[in-house]
């Protein structure tokens, strides 16, 4: 269902099935004063937020009860907001063309960074408030959810409250507790108190800051009764979790247009830069049965002929071998093909490539991250050129001939050498591929070389680290891409502007909401997008706010400072990660955590010891 005054600019934009709706598997409940409204807001376009799984998954949560409705919205691409704008449009739901503004709850996922600026133009463009302070009663209440959500602090003005961990259980506590809300009607105030006393949901309004004299936080007080920390919440089974059995089909072809099955959560390599396998430990696995039993009613539903098997680190699945054969024979059988996301190095052992063969191999990808053995060890990467000498081969010798490799640059300890390791890494592949016989190579390599620019995330080891300077960061890349040359390779690399406004906000705090909301007025939106970003713009607000991106991007942190996302734990210790920091400096590894129990921290916080087990 659509507005009924879009009809008459949808000629006008590019892809606009991107704002029509009526997706098949989507779902329309009749309008009932009784229902508790939710809007689930994307802030990126539609073919982005449609490859999104958190978003498949609680929409169904919320829809399979009879209590309670479930919308959809996405930030409109630049042409759209400006029709819109033009023609006084509402920002609206693809359901039932209903406006923000008219919904009980307005819920963002936090998935990157470089969204903010798009969260206020839909919170504009649907008539909402862009401040928390000055919503009304009639308001609905907007919530953050998401991995930027375990720090939410350059967004406190404008969220009402944000949702931390995973969102199964911590949804329908929301939504029981906005239907007592409003069966009682309660105030506002009342509603956000009531909110406020569910476990993972934190409430910026009620702390305050005070900062130092060196512009460090020094303290988060408040004068209500709520924790002093907030813990996440985490389902303790996927085997329990609810997943959408019916998934909605897009008219157009999306970033990621296939199934995808959430295999497994969590991950025990303990990586030092990555933030997402400290956010969701423990590990948590589906087993076989239920995956299958999932795919089958996916493609039922759906018509798709292609499944992905997603998870952090995938060939870490204990069963996967198992999985892709029962797949194969049942519902991923004939016409439906299986792919996989980029896996460790490690995890392509000779057994594991004959699972796969015979499969359709679109390309192999693989993550070494850095070019040398001793900044692999500094990251605790724990895998050696040897693992990538075998993955290869083995991929070589079932058929595969496309080979992505990724990387980082800019990382604690980097010097030159590693980034020339980079390019011998991508030697050493291509003489691998064209060592082989004649016949086993029938078609040329395709060799792609991609760097993304270093960024040092909360709740990591390296939150206490120094993003490189851009200078320094346009060094490294012309370094790589003179080095790469004799390689053959297609290299790629991220933008270093969009990288350090990223470590900003990443690492910021409730200042940063002046800057955020003074970019939005200069006409910042779409920052992820190369073609619409303008690090031009983000300099003035930078500037007319007095604040330097320097501070929060390449200041390295004191051993003792506090930061302002240390109101959300994430079950990991701050004394882990300190230390897991220091032994990257000693040039120190630590082992998986199957192997042994590192201490993290998450047993004792958690109080459910068989997670660790």
Known sequence: MIHPQMEKILPLVEKPGRYVGGEYNSVVKPNREDLVSFAFCFPDVYEVGMSHLGLRILYDVINVRDDACCERAFAPWTDMEAQMRENQIPLCTLESA????QFDLVGFTLQYEMSYTNI?????????????????????????????????????????????????????????????????????????????????IYVPSYYTCQYAQDGTLQAMETEKEVPAQIMKRSVETLEDAHFPARMIVPYLEVVHDRISLEIMRGCTRGCRFCQAGMLYRPIRERSVETLCRQAQEQIESSGYEEVSLSSLSSGDYSKLGQLIEQLKQGPCGGQTSLSLPSLRLDAYGAEFMDSLEGGRKAGLTLAPEAGTQRLRDIINKNVTEKDLEESVGHAFGAGWNRVKLYFMIGLPGEIDEDILGIAELARKVKRMYYAQPKEARRRPLELQVSASNFVPKPHTPFQWAAQDTLEELLRKQKLLREALKSSGANFSWHDGKTSLLEAVFAKGDRRLGAVLLRAFQLGCRMDGWRDVFSYEKWERAFTDCGISMDFYAHRPAGAEEKFPWEIITCGVTRAYLRKEYEKALRVELTPDCRQQCNGCGLMKECGRTKWCE
Do not use: H, W
Request: hydrophobic letters at 40%; proline letters at 6%.
């Open 98 to 101: 209903t406006p923000l503004c």
């Open 120 to 200: 206020l133009n839909m919170l504009e463009l649907g008539g909402i408030a862009l401040l928390a302070a000055q919503r009304g009663e009639n308001d609905p209440f907007v919530l953050c959810g998401g991995p930027c959500a375990y720090n939410g602090e350059p967004l406190a003005d404008f969220v009402d409250f944000f949702t931390i961990g995973d969102g199964e259980e911590s949804t329908n506590d929301i939504l029981d507790c906005m239907k007592r809300c409003k069966a009682e009607n309660l105030t506002r105030a009342q509603t956000l108190e009531a909110l406020s006393r569910i476990p993972g």
